[in-house]
């Protein structure tokens, strides 16, 4: 079989690449998923990412190397099927300040700049709010934002007002420090995915293929130049060709072990996993960044808040059947109601913190993600543009093993900085009224856990990653940088990589919706080159 284009993952990017660009009728694209089709229902409900994120079905585990600080061994999790990551996310559409993609146009070339994300997004999105300056309305991707709180919601907009957030009602539209309501890929109660948003329409078109259940294997090279793809489905094996391009979109942690299992890599990281040396690309799995959180949870006095109405199996029946009724409550929400940016100094020019606010509070005695027995409010904080860089490498060639991962967190002291003034900052919130007029106690980290070096120790120890990692196939101007400005492989014709792996650093937000502006973007220039 013979495409024009293969695209390797079928997620935030690989999604929007198909539809993209099977949109020309003269070309043939074929879209390579790992995962299944995904058609279970409850990955449709909201929340229900609280079980889906536990599904080897939907998931897979990358486990971690502790790290050099102190880390210890964790387990970074990853959509699979179509869709990828986007199927069991939190659903965040937080889509990073323009001045980080203008520091990204500066640092890999032209055409990444806020202009020409601020058109895809316009491009992109449906938008519960309407079209503006910055808002679209009418594209593929609808975006929702609550209306209305509860008491819980309330008194924290009152006390984060306090403090000098001002609440809005959109919170991508400015890069102040502000709260709001978290703007999410829901429609009508129901979560948006890549796929249901960009690939299933795209599915109607006959010059777009898709596999699922299909590993790609290896990226075939002939000379110089990207020919085809060996891909696996259960015991067969094939080769698909490829006219034009081939097109990577596998995310951060399996872009660069697909680049090194086909040769391209470090050499003598290629030689340790049983790999022969096609091209010298020292960069490939390394630079590695993933911001790092730390958490703060209060108990209420009496019930508030939603906890103890999902707590137990009768609350559960009860609001799940609202739900189906209704596509309302709780179940309908995204994984985080409340979100907030700050800066963590007066020195300080720009925000450098995210917090994610949940008005229920979770089971700090179990191991298992599970709410608590009783009513609280949960916070979330991390420095958005951390810059501790860790790597991801092919383990062996051979025995299809896990890959090694060594994330590096809060090494650099900028984000040291940032993430030392984050509880203190979110305890300021949580005494002032209205807010601390509901709240009992703190339940976790406590006070041995106050200045801002005990805060960083425990972030390092305690804390957990985001999901957020880029930079591990990133873009830039040097012939040792995996990928040029226009995302092509240095060193291999007709082989691209679309997805968070090319971004060189964090653009202050979650990565799913920079990522499809990304590759709405790539799907230009691939079209017209």
Same mark, same amino acid.
């Given at each position: ?270 030689? !340790? /996993?049983?790999?022969? %040396?096609? +091209?010298? @690309? =020292? &960069? ?5 960044? $993933?911001?790092? *959180? ?102 062996? !060639? /051979?025995?299809?093993? %896990?890959? +090694?991962? @060594? =994330? &590096? ?5 900028? $984000?040291?900085? *940032? ?102 973007? !790539? /799907? ?6």
């Amino acid at each position: 079989m013979i495409y024009d284009y293969v695209v390797v993952g079928a997620g935030a990017a690989g999604c929007v690449l198909a539809d993209r660009l099977s949109v020309d009728p003269s070309v043939e694209v074929l879209l390579v998923e790992d995962g299944g089709p995904a058609r279970n229902p409850v990955l449709s409900v909201p929340r229900a990412f609280y079980f889906t994120l536990r599904s080897d079905r939907y998931t897979r585990r990358y486990p971690t190397r502790p790290s050099p600080l102190g880390t210890p061994a964790e387990t970074w999790v990853r959509g699979r099927g179509l869709g990828g990551s986007t199927l069991v996310n939190g659903m965040m559409y937080v889509r990073g300040a323009p001045a980080d993609f203008d520091a990204l146009e500066a640092a890999g070339g032209p055409g990444w700049g806020a202009s020409a994300f601020g058109r895809a997004y316009r491009a992109i999105e449906d938008h519960a709010l309407g079209a503006s300056r910055s808002r679209g309305a009418g594209g593929p991707l609808a975006i929702s934002v609550p209306d209305s709180g509860d008491e819980v919601t309330e008194a924290l907009f009152a006390a984060a007002g306090a403090h000098g957030l001002r609440r809005t009602a959109d919170f991508n539209d400015s890069d102040d420090a502000r709260i709001g309501f978290t703007p999410a890929t829901i429609r009508r109660g129901r979560r948006v995915s890549a796929a249901s948003a960009f690939l299933t329409p795209a599915r109607r078109r006959a010059n777009l293929t898709v596999m699922t259940g299909t590993r790609a294997e290896t990226v075939v090279i002939a000379g110089s130049r990207a020919v085809g793809v060996a891909l696996r489905t259960g015991d067969r094996a094939q080769v698909v060709r490829v006219r034009r391009e081939v097109l990577v979109a596998a995310g951060t942690i399996e872009s660069p072990l697909l680049l090194e299992r086909s040769g391209i890599g470090r050499p003598e990281v290629l030689a !340790a /996993a049983g790999v022969v %040396p096609q +091209v010298d @690309s =020292p &960069h490939v799995g390394e630079r590695v960044i $993933e911001q790092r *959180a730390v958490s703060l949870q209060v108990r209420f006095r009496g019930r508030r808040g939603p906890t103890e109405r999902l707590n137990r199996w009768p609350g559960q029946a009860l609001e799940g059947a609202r739900y189906l009724a209704t596509r309302r409550g709780p179940v309908a929400t995204s994984g985080y109601d409340v979100v907030s940016a700050f800066r963590s100094g007066p020195g300080v020019e720009r925000p450098d913190v995210q917090g994610v606010w949940v008005p229920m509070a979770i089971d700090e005695t179990s191991e298992q993600m599970r709410l608590a027995p009783y009513s609280g409010l949960l916070f979330t904080g991390y420095a958005i543009r951390p810059t501790s860089t860790g790597s991801v490498h092919l383990a062996s !060639a /051979a025995d299809g093993g %896990p890959p +090694v991962v @060594s =994330p &590096h967190h809060l090494q650099d002291e900028p $984000e040291r900085a *940032a993430t030392g003034a984050i509880l203190d900052h979110a305890r300021s919130i949580v005494a002032t009224s209205p807010l601390a007029d509901l709240v009992q106690d703190e339940v976790f980290p406590g006070l041995s856990v106050a200045t801002p070096d005990e805060v960083v120790r425990h972030a390092i120890g305690h804390g957990g990653g985001i999901y957020h990692a880029v930079g591990s196939c990133a873009m830039g101007p040097h012939d040792d940088d995996v990928v040029d400005g226009d995302l092509r492989v240095r060193g291999v014709e007709g082989l691209r990589v679309v997805d968070a792996s090319v971004l060189p650093f964090q653009v202050s937000g979650n990565t799913a919706a920079p990522v499809m502006a990304l590759a709405w973007l !790539a /799907a230009e220039r691939i079209r017209w080159s």
